[in-house]
């Protein structure tokens, strides 16, 4: 009966041999499930498990409900009914099953049902905490859709929304201001915002299920994290989900003392707190008895968010670096990371994929699994990871076939279209130029046609048609594995040698940057990339290095290194302005350095640079590696 209750409500159907009682059916279907649901549960939240025959991975459904479904049913792991058939597969749901879309609540129950069925089957349902389930519970509700509020409107007693209204209107008499006021509560907090608010309190059947879900999950020698491991934050995994469940606890249980004391109000969010319990703090230290019965540190515990590892840019349900940092810098991180939880592999959700499709990063270390499956939003469609034995696969709600996951491209800065790297450099080899105007002295912008397509590009001289610094610069970048420097070509215009190098569009310059204060949300932090920029400038004899040279996307803060005309000069040392800069090199650096032999370069630069640039720069890499630290 239970399971037919919320199979009707998932396939929006109708049982005409049960009873319609929305009053207490509802309720005592709620409680039995409830009771099947926890007898079902470990009493503690388990983290690591071995000998899995097949793991099912799913990321970022955020209420697309309907694509959910499909994509389990094509993983196989349940049926049409979507009763559970996956017998011992272990299905990891890896977060952010919340918010931007109206069907989250259906899916949570899914998740719940599935839980249980899975358990009785020998297989297990994990659910890994998201940054958006965090959020609804510690009430940062910039992302809830109306919808999600709506499938809690007939569970919010009225006399809670007129308390609430009350409290508001308090200090209003006239007709107008309360009228006006109403319409402006109702915007503000529509049908079911209190009821959401109750349902994923600590107390709340969501918020209270929630809490017992670990944010890092090891199956075999797979790691499953929401966003991305930092090594700052990195310790022994099952410290880390305790470490995470106390902080949560604690927050939490201070947030629901003041709630119960009638102190703060659930309609008070979690950006609202801070100042308001300033507030509070401040009355209560004015002999004002604000804060009765002892809850002076449940509002301190609610001052300072920036203590809170749950809102840390660093931490497990936000950290992006394993997505965006360049591979000589995280690699290593990753690998030491995963090292000390005992994983071989890390799989993330969290930033959808260009092009909708899983992606591998750093030899396989990483895999990318959030391919945008709410459509409507994020344009991409459901995937799932399936892992059996040595093979790893991916199915696609739209594809009968299985793929394999595909090798993260070369992506610098904006593009028109999407272009791959190659595509932009035919389109760069072939544009006419339109315009062109000057460009940080010796360069010029330029402005270019290719059909439909119009792109903008930094023309620099070159010395002669085989000599392109400029060019050298990009392809050094490739053969590194740096990507910073935006794809650049060698061409003849006017009958002179010069390069085309992409100029991506919003994009600022780092003194725009640094007068605007910007660049503390960077997917990878600004001085991770700055240090790889000196080790890059020195190794390449950048004197041409300006502010305007530097330059930031600002969808993720990726760095961007333009113009490189003054580089590669026929000097065995650094720059004189990077000559006393401290040379650390991670593992991944040092080896990408020590394989830049005369071979390689002559295969990758022999028609850009001459052999006595090739010795100055080689040169220059002995002098790095035998200062590194």
């Known amino acids: 009966m239970i399971r037919m209750s919320v199979r009707q409500k998932s396939m929006n159907v109708v049982d005409s041999k049960t009873p319609v009682c929305p009053g207490v059916t509802r309720v005592l279907i709620t409680l039995l499930a409830g009771l099947l649901f926890t007898a079902a549960l470990p009493a503690q939240p388990a983290w690591q498990f071995s000998d899995v025959e097949r793991v099912v991975a799913v990321a970022d459904i955020h209420g697309a409900h309907g694509a959910f479904q499909r994509i389990l049913q094509r993983a196989g792991v349940v049926d049409n009914d979507l009763a559970w058939t996956g017998g011992r597969t272990h299905l990891v749901i890896v977060g952010d099953v919340l918010d931007r879309g109206a069907d989250s609540r259906l899916a949570l129950d899914l998740i719940r049902e599935l839980e249980v069925e899975a358990a009785a089957a020998g297989g297990r349902v994990h659910m890994v905490l998201g940054n958006h389930e965090i959020m609804n519970m510690t009430g940062d509700l910039r992302y809830v859709a109306a919808g999600e509020y709506a499938a809690f409107a007939a569970e919010e007693p009225m006399e809670v929304r007129e308390a609430e209204f009350a409290r508001i209107v308090d200090a209003l008499d006239e007709p107008e201001a309360i009228a006006a006021a109403r319409q402006q509560f109702d915007t503000d907090y529509p049908p079911g915002f209190f009821a959401h608010r ?189 892992v059996e034995g040595d093979s790893v696969a991916v199915v696609y709600e739209n594809e009968t076939e299985p793929a394999t996951p595909l090798p993260q491209p070369r992506h610098v800065g904006s593009r028109p279209a999407n272009l791959s790297a190659a595509a932009l450099e035919a389109a760069l ?42 060019v050298a610069a990009y392809q050094l970048d490739r053969l590194l594995g740096l990507d910073m420097v935006p794809v650049t070509v060698a061409r003849e215009i006017d009958g002179e040698p010069v390069a085309l190098q992409y100029w991506p569009p919003n994009a600022i310059s780092e003194a725009q940057r640094s007068a605007r204060q910007l660049g503390g949300s960077a997917w990878c932090p600004l001085g991770d990339q700055l240090e790889d920029m000196y080790l890059f400038d020195a190794l390449i004899y950048n004197q041409g290095r300006t502010l305007e040279r530097i330059r930031y996307s600002t969808d993720n803060f990726q760095l961007l290194l333009v113009g490189h005309d003054l580089t590669f000069a026929s000097e065995s040392d650094r720059p004189a302005h990077l000559a006393e800069l401290p040379v650390v090199l991670t593992p991944a650096w040092r080896e990408a350095l020590e394989s830049l032999d005369q071979q390689t370069l002559s295969v990758a630069l022999g028609d850009v640079l001459d052999r006595r640039r090739f010795r100055s720069l080689l040169a220059r890499r002995d002098q790095l590696l035998s200062l590194a630290r």
């Open 198 to 386: 109750e349902a994923f309190s600590a107390t709340g059947q969501y918020g209270r299920w929630l809490l017992e879900k670990p944010v890092l999950l090891v199956i075999n020698d797979m790691a499953f994290v929401h966003a991305g491991l930092a090594g700052a934050v990195i310790g022994n995994a099952g410290s880390l989900n305790a470490r995470m469940r106390a902080e949560l606890d604690e927050f939490l249980t201070a947030y629901e003392n003041l709630v119960a004391a009638a102190v703060i109000s659930r309609a008070e969010t979690l950006y609202d707190l801070p100042a308001r319990v300033a507030e509070l703090l401040e009355a209560a230290e004015a002999g004002n008895d604000s804060l009765p019965g002892g809850l002076r540190n449940d509002a301190a515990k609610l001052q300072d968010l920036g203590s809170l590892s749950f809102l840390s840019p660093d931490g497990l349900v936000w950290y992006r670096g394993n997505v965006a940092c360049n591979r000589l810098t995280e690699q290593d991180r990753l690998a030491a990371a995963l090292g000390q939880i005992g994983a071989a592999q890390l799989v993330i959700g969290h930033t959808p994929t260009r092009g909708a499709v899983v992606l591998s990063r750093m030899d396989e270390l990483l895999l990318r699994i959030d391919t945008g499956m709410l459509s409507e939003y994020y344009g991409g469609r459901a995937s799932a990871l399936v």
């Open 429 to 470: 080899a072939r544009a006419d130029i339109v315009a062109r105007q000057p460009f940080d002295g010796t360069a010029e912008l330029v402005s270019l046609v290719d059909g439909e397509l119009e792109l903008e590009a930094i023309l620099t001289l070159a010395e002669r048609e085989t000599v392109n610094v400029a």
